[in-house]
């Protein structure tokens, strides 16, 4: 065994859908549920600074930006380790620290696109201002869903810490058959 926690320890859908959903599709539901929560929280904290600072400067957009992604990447990792990947890591720790570094491509990924599709919007489209730079960060989000699956996945299925002691309410895991 790999010691890979997608590999045999992770929760089964609920009864009513485990004839359909797999326990690693189960999974990426969850992972797209909070995912989705977390994006919530990276536009509303993107769209409150935007009526604070300038959206015509680059700067301005990036840094409000950056401010969404990180209040939303703090969301992410409690929520993804205790609910999608099933650890429970402190905060201050060395997988926050790893969850970061990997975050950090995210959030270089999440400017480029954004700004990038906020230039396609502005001049082809004739979109500017707040409105521009919201539906480019509608957009971006869509760039970000495979990087993160791929790179969280990995983060916290290789070499993680060991799986809560006292598991989420819920039905038994089964064993590996050895």
Do not use: C
Request: proline share 7%; aromatic share 14%.
């Amino acid at each position: 065994m790999s010691g890979r926690i997608y590999s045999s320890q992770h929760e089964p859908a609920p009864v009513f859908l485990s004839r359909w959903v797999s326990p690693e599709l189960w999974r990426f539901i969850k992972y797209a549920a909070i995912g989705i929560f977390n994006g919530v929280v990276d536009f509303a904290v993107l769209g409150t600074l935007l009526l604070l600072f300038d959206p015509q400067k680059d700067f301005w957009v990036a840094a409000t930006n950056t401010a969404g992604f990180l209040a939303a990447s703090v969301n992410s990792f409690l929520l993804h380790s205790r609910f999608t990947f099933r650890r429970r890591v402190p905060l201050i720790s060395r997988w926050f620290v790893l969850f970061f570094i990997v975050n950090l491509g995210n959030l270089v990924l999440s400017n480029i696109s954004l700004l990038s599709f906020r230039y396609l919007l502005d001049t082809y489209v004739d979109i500017g201002g707040r409105e521009g730079i919201l539906l480019a960060k509608l957009m971006t989000a869509g760039v970000l869903v495979g990087y993160g699956w791929v790179a969280f996945r990995r983060l916290f299925s290789t070499s993680a810490p060991e799986p809560m002691d006292d598991p989420i309410p819920g039905p038994e895991v089964p064993s590996p058959v050895p």
